[in-house]
């Protein structure tokens, strides 16, 4: 189990339009964060659910990153009073320095970029490019149609069956929690070796 100081990459929405449960939890997350004497790593954003979090976090006393292009500190309001804002140039740059900074990730309801980040993550893990827990906060069922369309592809054996066994799914803060304090990472390199499999008995002969 784990037993140090976790440093947790959060991925949510910059959105001001997010419901109140998704607020709720967000910033339930952030003080359970700090409440564990963990720190988090997160989007640098003042608004939306990023707002919440971090705020939450910060007020309970955790140390928070904020990472955020110059592009998109005042469309998503950068919170100067994080411990530490990063700007960066890219977006790409913003998702590097977000990962190495992290021992783990939670994902909390979002648009197309917490979705985008989502998959990427699943992917590198999928790959054997880390083995970190990863968590899936499905507030208020926000992810179900997603969650539905991953048993999906993996029904179609269009992905291994392993793909369902990289992430957890919560549908609470106190659960998240747990989750992330009692993952451990798989041993051997994290390679998918169903889905390698079906993509060799997939491709026909030349």
């Known amino acids: 189990m784990t037993t140090a100081p976790l440093r947790v990459c959060v991925y949510c ?3 001001e339009a997010a419901a109140p449960e998704h607020r709720a939890a967000a910033a339930e997350l952030g003080r359970a964060i700090a409440g564990r004497g963990w720190s988090l790593v997160y989007g640098g954003g003042s608004i939306g659910l990023m707002g919440e979090v971090a705020r939450a976090a910060l007020a309970a006393g955790a140390h928070v990153t904020g990472v955020i292009p110059h592009r998109l ?9 994080v411990t530490e804002l990063i700007r960066t140039d890219t977006m790409r740059e913003r998702k590097a320095i977000m990962d190495d900074r992290a021992d783990a990730f939670v994902v909390l309801p979002g648009g197309i970029g917490t979705l985008e980040e989502l998959v990427e993550i699943l992917t590198l893990k999928q790959l054997g490019y880390h083995d970190r827990a990863i968590v899936v906060l499905d507030s208020g069922g926000y992810w179900d149609p997603l969650l539905g369309q ?5 029904a179609e054996r269009l992905a291994g069956e392993g793909l369902l066994d990289l992430f957890d799914v919560t549908t609470d803060v106190p659960a998240t929690i747990a989750a992330l304090a009692s993952y451990r990472p798989v041993s051997g390199d994290g ?12 491709v026909p002969p030349r």
Not at 191 to 202: G, K
């Open 13 to 15: 929405a910059s959105s």
């Open 73 to 81: 500190a005042e469309r998503e309001v950068a919170l100067e009073a």
């Open 150 to 154: 991953l048993r999906r592809m993996v």
């Open 191 to 202: 390679v998918d070796d169903s889905e390698v499999a079906l993509e060799a008995t997939d």
